[in-house]
């Protein structure tokens, strides 16, 4: 048996409202470019928007003229999409209070996450949104993800509840030693002073 191994998200396809909401929040509140439209193929009634979220995969929308925006929270049972979360940088998280407020857009206000900080809110049809900015940059040559299960095996070893800060440093410090070669035959913390 054989695993069919992906290599990253797509993109995601979502029920939006009618096609000038769906534009005014995807691009106008997230800043997607709005990249391509199309009917959906397998539904005459509805359009296709496609956006570019900031990594040049894509998400899409189904619109369709007869649908309005409902605010109401999609559902959450088993199966059901949560939420999506979108990477953003510490400078523009920093902003997003202000700028939703300015919208009137209601939130979660920012929460602590550990390793991220985070910000939730709902798209026009009830989809929550979350907004994610990391805590740390990976080392050269690691993703966010090499510092994720490293961090996650420190935190264990030490039996902590969840990654904080401290998780974090420790892993990027253990990447760069197994990583990065010295010219120095012992790499431990040392004391100049």
């Not at 106008?28 to 709005?34: A, E, I, R, S, T």
């Not at 400078?91 to 929460?111: C, M, T, W, Y």
């Not at 989809?127 to 966010?144: D, K, N, Q, V």
């Not at 070893?157 to 420790?170: C, K, Q, S």
Request: glycine residues 8%; aromatic residues 8%.
């Amino acid at each position: 048996m054989r695993k069919l191994q992906t290599q990253g998200v797509h993109h995601i396809t979502l029920t939006g409202a009618d096609r000038q909401t769906s534009i005014d929040f995807w691009e106008g509140v997230l800043g997607m470019p709005f990249i391509f439209d199309q009917p959906n193929l397998d539904d005459p009634d509805e359009g296709h928007l496609y956006f570019d979220p900031g990594d040049g995969r894509l998400i899409t929308i189904f619109t369709n003229e007869t649908r309005t925006a409902v605010h109401k929270r999609t559902p959450t049972d088993p199966g059901c999409v949560h939420h999506l979360a979108f990477n953003v940088s510490r400078a523009s998280f920093s902003q997003a209070v202000e700028r939703l407020n300015e919208r009137g857009i209601g939130h979660s206000g920012p929460k602590d996450r550990g390793f991220m900080d985070s910000i939730y809110f709902k798209d026009p049809m009830g989809l929550l949104i979350e907004l994610a900015c990391y805590r740390f940059e990976p080392p050269f040559g690691c993703s966010h993800a090499d510092v994720m299960i490293e961090a996650h095996r420190i935190r264990v070893a030490r039996g902590d509840h969840h990654i904080a800060e401290i998780h974090l440093a420790d892993a990027i410090e253990h990447l760069v030693t197994a990583r990065q070669q010295s010219l120095s035959s012992d790499r431990s913390p040392q004391d100049p002073y």
